[in-house]
């Protein structure tokens, strides 16, 4: 079965700080790979997403993340970050095959200004 | 607008009565979910649907029920054997293998 790992629950930033997420996974096969974003009193929306080719992935406002099939990373990186991202982010895996989507725990970004 | 779309938004119910959640998606897509977000614990999946009139217990099903008679509906119920059935309920769908799209959620409170 699979399984996602986000080390970092809090993670605090100032504007303009570089923003790393960490996210592992485990399972034996192909996946798919995914990061959400949940903003304040808003519905979870895609952020970016890898299922096949490059493995560094672009998604909206600025972020990306990049698959490392050896570390089975899939970590979120934004260069420069501002207010507007506070928010909870979520990574996920699925099988590839038409698997169940399995959620890591989250974590809370918060930007100050 | 496309979407899916959850009722009620809140709710409120006493312990030992049945709830029954709301879940309409007007994508055309063959797959639906229903998950369980609490504080510190992510999304965990209760269940979920790859077609009409066929459903699959996630994660923590027990406690909850489904039924999927239509391909834009997935209601969940949640019974009165779930143990700590307050929570953050969402609900999902996708193309097959697809991204997921989530509606806005429900909030139940048991009192």
């Known amino acids: 079965a699979q399984s996602v790992s986000q080390h970092n629950h809090h993670v605090i930033l100032s504007e303009a700080a570089s923003l790393e997420l960490g996210c592992n996974y485990s399972?034996?096969?192909?996946?798919?790979l995914f990061w959400y974003v949940q903003y304040p009193g808003q519905h979870l929306q895609l952020l970016l997403k890898?299922?096949?080719?490059?493995?560094l992935v672009k998604g909206i406002k600025g972020f990306e993340a990049e698959f490392i099939k050896s570390k089975f990373s899939f970590n979120l990186r934004k260069p420069s970050v501002q207010w507007s991202d506070t928010a909870e982010y979520f990574c996920?895996?699925?099988?590839?095959?038409?698997?169940?989507?399995?959620f890591g725990t989250g974590t809370r970004l918060l930007v100050s200004p | 607008d496309g979407g899916i779309t959850q009722s009620p938004k809140y709710l409120f119910r006493k312990e030992g009565q049945n709830v029954t959640l709301s879940c309409e998606q007007n994508?055309?897509?063959?797959?639906m979910y229903w998950y369980r977000q609490d504080p510190g614990q992510g999304l965990r999946l209760i269940y979920y649907?790859?077609?009409?009139?066929?459903?699959q217990k996630g994660d923590i099903a027990e406690g909850y029920s489904v039924s999927r008679e239509k391909k834009e509906s997935f209601p969940l119920t949640v019974t009165s054997a779930q143990k700590n059935p307050t929570a953050f309920y969402l609900c999902?769908?996708?193309?097959?293998?697809?991204?997921?799209?989530f509606g806005e959620g429900s909030r139940l409170t048991v009192l």
């Open positions: 649907s790859q077609i009409v009139n066929d459903f």
């Open positions: 890898y299922f096949s080719g490059d493995p």
């Open positions: 999902a769908s996708s193309i097959k293998g697809g991204e997921l799209f």
């Open positions: 996920a895996v699925q099988g590839t095959g038409f698997q169940k989507l399995v």
């Open positions: 994508l055309n897509h063959d797959a």
């Open positions: 399972y034996g096969g192909t996946v798919n």
